[in-house]
């Protein structure tokens, strides 16, 4: 399953609002119910932490401007509000089918 | 806490054979499936291999003639082994716990660096 992420990089004001879109080859709906799309944030010299799962579930502790949406084959992450916090590389990643893939990355930069 | 560190050579001369261990705490590796994901340098996220908390494992196709994952749930540590490495395989090595589905926590990494 090949994730295409757009935009590849992203800058942003302080407070302004942004969008990264994951687009995937297949339908990434698991035969039990669940849509195995995830997106995860990974800050400069940092490992990738997990930021929203099963599309629109938001990791505990992540802040609530982050949210998730999508079905099937699109998906979209939406930062409600840059921070400072905010910079680094946003990945969409897909457990649906194997082997897992992850998406080539949204580099976001702040103004 | 839940933790996971990598831990192995930082180089590997080219067609020899790279042993990396993932130490976790705060769970059991009989309960959490554990993955192997590598990053070049600058570059993005490859998937490498899985092992599941039955023991059973999973490789990307393009690694497995080269990949061995296994583990020793006594010690809370999973093991990889990738054979003939090359250049291609310089890159940080990660391992990260996966409860069904999602990488919730990864490792710090471990950077590897092939060279003679």
């Known amino acids: 399953v090949v994730l295409t992420q757009t935009p590849p990089t992203l800058s942003a004001t302080i407070g302004q609002s942004v969008s990264i879109s994951c687009r995937s080859s297949?339908?990434?709906?698991?035969?039990?119910?669940?849509?195995?799309l995830n997106w995860l944030l990974q800050r400069p010299g940092q490992s990738p932490q997990l930021l929203i799962y099963s599309v629109s579930n938001l990791e505990s502790g992540v802040p609530n401007r982050f949210s998730g949406s999508g079905s099937e084959t699109d998906f979209t992450l939406k930062i409600s509000g840059v921070e400072a916090e905010d910079l680094g590389v946003y990945y969409c990643m897909q457990a649906t089918h194997a082997p897992l893939t992850f998406g080539s990355g949204t580099k976001l930069e702040i103004k | 806490q839940v933790q996971l560190k990598e831990s192995g050579p930082g180089l590997v001369q080219p067609s020899q054979t790279l042993s990396l261990t993932c130490t976790v705490s705060?769970?059991?590796?009989?309960?959490?499936?554990v993955h192997w994901v590598r990053q070049p340098t600058g570059k993005g996220l490859e998937w490498m291999g899985v092992i599941w908390t039955g023991g059973s494992t999973d490789y990307n196709s393009a690694l497995k003639s080269r990949l061995s994952i296994s583990r020793d749930t006594s010690k809370s540590q999973v093991f990889l082994k990738m054979n003939s490495l090359q250049t291609e395989d310089i890159a940080t090595y990660y391992c990260a716990r996966d409860p069904g589905g999602v990488f919730d926590y990864w490792g710090q990494g471990v950077m590897v660096t092939v060279s003679s």
């Open positions: 705060g769970f059991s590796l009989t309960s959490y499936n």
């Open positions: 297949q339908s990434l709906l698991d035969s039990d119910g669940d849509t195995y």
